[in-house]
T-cell receptor, first 111, second 116 residues
């Protein structure tokens, strides 16, 4: 079973920040938080990952709480093309360790 | 990021025939690859772990004789759906960890299989 819980759906206005929450209260010390998204009929796309520090790249920012029991993915200026299912996954960063997907959050960016 | 490519993107086959789906890591080597299946409006479900040079490891409930996996090289894994039935129609996705990229896992574009 997935070790994360996410809201099933969210809406966001185009141009505004999209903040997607994720709870992972049973995360282990060696497990990273990964975020992927899946646009309809495509394979999942890597967004960002982190262990305990906040991370930022060209796509998004990842804010991890100090106790690491939850995190938030931030898309700073959402566009219509960001409409997708977003998956939050915890995984030990060991080669050969696979992902367990939950249902994710379906983000709809509205014009 | 690293690139994983699948072929074909979509395929239609007749019941009882077999179909092969290829998964390639284009710019890195992968001794392990993962195969997932996704039905409409559902999340990805892991089917099996493909290991270069050894047998694949199948998840509970996945028939190894029906879903044949061959990890032929460090950049290629294949999934063959044998004696396909309409209920095998699904979106099949492969992935591979990039060891040079901190073991982040990258996914292929997916392959749509329709069995008629």
């Amino acid at each position: 079973d997935a070790k994360t819980t996410q809201p099933p759906s969210m809406d966001c206005a185009e141009g505004r920040a999209a903040n997607l929450p994720c709870n992972h209260s049973t995360i282990s010390g060696n497990e990273y938080v990964y975020w992927y998204r899946q646009i309809h009929s495509q394979g999942p796309q890597y967004i960002i990952h982190g262990l305990k520090n906040n991370e930022t790249n060209e796509m998004a920012s990842l804010i991890i709480t100090e106790d690491r029991k939850s995190s938030t993915l931030i898309l700073p200026h959402a566009t219509l093309r960001d409409t997708a299912v977003y998956y939050c996954i915890v995984r030990a960063n060991n080669y050969g360790q696979n992902f367990v997907f939950g249902p994710g959050t379906r983000l709809s960016v509205l014009p | 990021g690293a690139v994983v490519s699948q072929h074909p993107s979509w395929v239609i086959c007749k019941s009882g025939t077999s179909v092969k789906i290829e998964c390639r890591s284009l710019d890195f080597q992968a001794t392990t690859m993962f195969w997932y299946r996704q039905f409409p409006k559902q999340s990805l479900m892991l089917m099996a772990t493909s290991n270069e040079g050894s047998k694949a490891t199948y998840e509970q409930g996945v028939e190894k004789d029906k879903f044949l996996i061959n990890h032929a090289s460090l950049t290629l894994s294949t999934l063959t759906v044998t004696s396909a039935h309409p209920e095998d129609s699904s979106f099949y996705i492969c992935s591979a960890p990039d060891t040079m990229g901190g073991n982040t896992i990258y996914f292929g574009e997916g392959s749509w299989l329709t069995v008629v």
